[in-house]
């Protein structure tokens, strides 16, 4: 899918046709072409985009190279997009308007670390019992494992407290509300994935 | 960044009000097809937020029960707000006031 990398910037909401809509604002791009693989040289299509600048000190030679390959400067983000529609050249820079025709669009990002968390959090368990009637410490609780001594283990895949958040999560069909080309802004209904400041990947 | 997005922000010439200011304001509601424009007239408990996420706090007597209400800055119903006393309250968020009946619900006005 051809697509760019973004930036959350922030939440806020706006009034549209009468509704307070609540809506984030992303900065997608501006976003470099810095290789374009090809089945002959690489063994698959694809287009690999940079964004956001990085100091040269941070990087090593290796990626210096690259980067000197497609004539710019380093990037801290790079993404490889297949099945990208638009002719692109090395050294391209693509910015917001690349989306100007689009309403709806995929937005992926890392969603917020929650830490180590209980199974009402985690799974959306409901806890053990009521919360009255003598009842004691059991409110958040798992319940039951498994039967007894058949089959005498707890299943694969059991739902366990752990880790969470910090996982890969995409949101489908997101509305385009307004692109501001000046400043590379991106505004769209609702919530997307990732503290302020994380890399989102867009795509059409 | 995000001051850049302020910049399409609703511009509206309200008259500048605080907590403690008495005000009508005057917004549109929709009935069915209808439109019409209704008043409420309270007292400014408290001001939230900034940009285009400002809200205000209006709170009013109906007979005995309090009703509060409110309002986004930025909302295209309001269409206009009066300011009807300037009260003296030493608080930016006067919820006090809730507690508060008869005469000592009273604010005193400022001396200009």
């Not at chain 1, 984030?24 to 810095?34: D, F, L, N, R, S």
């Not at chain 1, 409110?139 to 494992?145: D, K, Y």
């Not at chain 2, 996420?53 to 109906?62: D, G, Q």
């Not at chain 2, 409110?70 to 030493?90: D, L, M």
């Amino acid at each position: 899918m051809e697509g760019l990398i973004g930036k959350k910037i922030g939440m806020t909401s706006l009034f549209e046709e009468g509704k307070n809509v609540p809506c984030t604002v992303i900065q997608a791009g501006p976003c470099v072409i810095t290789q374009i693989k090809t089945r002959k040289k690489d063994g698959y299509d694809a287009v690999q985009l940079g964004f956001d600048e990085k100091k040269e000190k941070h990087c090593t030679k290796a990626e210096l190279g690259h980067f000197k390959n497609a004539n710019t400067t380093p990037k801290r983000k790079l993404v490889e997009f297949t099945k990208f529609q638009t002719e692109v050249n090395l050294g391209d820079i693509l910015n917001v308007e690349f989306f100007k025709n689009d309403t709806w669009l995929d937005v992926r990002g890392i969603s917020k670390g929650k830490g180590f968390q209980g199974v009402v959090k985690r799974h959306g368990f409901h806890g053990v019992g009521d919360q009255t009637h003598g009842q004691h410490n059991r409110n958040r609780a798992p319940g039951s494992l498994g039967a007894s001594s058949n089959p005498s283990r707890v299943f694969k895949g059991m739902r366990m407290a752990g880790r969470t958040g910090g996982n890969q999560v995409m949101m489908i069909n997101i509305r385009v509300m307004k692109i501001i080309p000046d400043n590379n802004l991106l505004i769209v209904k609702g919530s997307v994935p990732g503290p302020k400041g994380s890399f989102l990947i867009i795509t059409k | 960044m995000k001051i850049v997005e302020k910049e399409f922000a609703v511009e509206n010439d309200f008259p500048e009000f605080k907590a403690g200011d008495t005000i009508t304001v005057h917004y549109k509601i929709i009935e069915g097809n209808k439109e019409r424009i209704q008043q409420f007239r309270g007292v400014v408990l408290q001001r939230k937020g900034s940009g285009t996420t400002e809200t205000f706090a209006v709170r009013k007597m109906s007979g005995n029960i309090g009703v509060e209400r409110i309002f986004p800055t930025a909302s295209p119903f309001i269409q206009k707000i009066e300011i009807n006393k300037r009260g003296k309250v030493r608080r930016a968020r006067i919820f006090y006031l809730r507690k508060l009946t008869g005469k000592k619900a009273r604010i005193r006005e400022k001396k200009f």
